[in-house]
């Protein structure tokens, strides 16, 4: 079979770029998508960081040790 596509590629490129280019594309939007996923997530964990923030200042109980 691999032979065969071979033959047609060495007649006709075309579909070979094709095929090429439309892996390229697949790829890119791949890489497009989870970049956006990467900031959405950061963005959501800052939100929910400054929810949860306290106003108050935490104060820590001085332990001595006997």
Do not use: D, H, K, Y
């Not at 950061?42 to 006997?66: D, H, M, N, P, Y």
């Amino acid at each position: 079979m691999s032979t065969l596509l071979f033959a047609l590629m060495r007649e006709n490129p075309l579909p070979g770029l094709a095929a090429a280019s439309l892996n390229v594309i697949v790829a890119l939007c791949l890489v497009t998508l989870s970049v956006l996923l990467g900031i959405t997530i950061a963005i959501i964990a800052w939100a929910q960081t400054l929810a949860a923030r306290q106003l108050s200042t935490v104060r820590l109980e001085r332990r001595t040790l006997a």
